[in-house]
Nanobody, 115 residues
């Protein structure tokens, strides 16, 4: 069993920054991919960024150059540094862990960017 707990969401003005964290606990494999997805009201959940256990990263075009994903394997933690935030970044952000072909999700953390 795997549990993911996110933190760091909140309300920020456009142009501001936030840092999200997600701690994984339970049966964590040394080989996995962790990432962040988001879902805005009335929209489908979409990929924001992922990072493999070897630190290979992938970003949605909409966040490239503004967001940075990183991880601490020793702490089973993934981070998302979000800079130059825009109102369209407003969404619930979900942490994801993929290992052994199984997906695990956190409960989500709200990010609201005011204009």
């Amino acid at each position: 069993q795997v549990q993911l707990v996110e933190s760091g969401g909140g309300l920020v003005q456009a142009g501001g920054s936030l840092r999200l964290s997600c701690v994984a606990s339970g049966s964590i494999s040394s080989i996995n991919t962790m990432g962040w997805y988001r879902q805005a009201p009335g929209k489908q959940r979409e990929l924001v960024a992922t990072i493999t256990s070897r630190r290979i990263t992938n970003y949605a075009d909409s966040v490239k150059g503004r967001f940075t994903i990183s991880r601490d394997n020793a702490k089973n933690t993934v981070y998302l540094q979000m800079n130059s935030l825009k109102p369209e970044d407003t969404a619930v952000y979900y942490c994801n862990l993929l290992q052994s072909w199984l997906d695990y999700w956190g409960q989500g953390t709200q990010v609201t960017v005011s204009s």
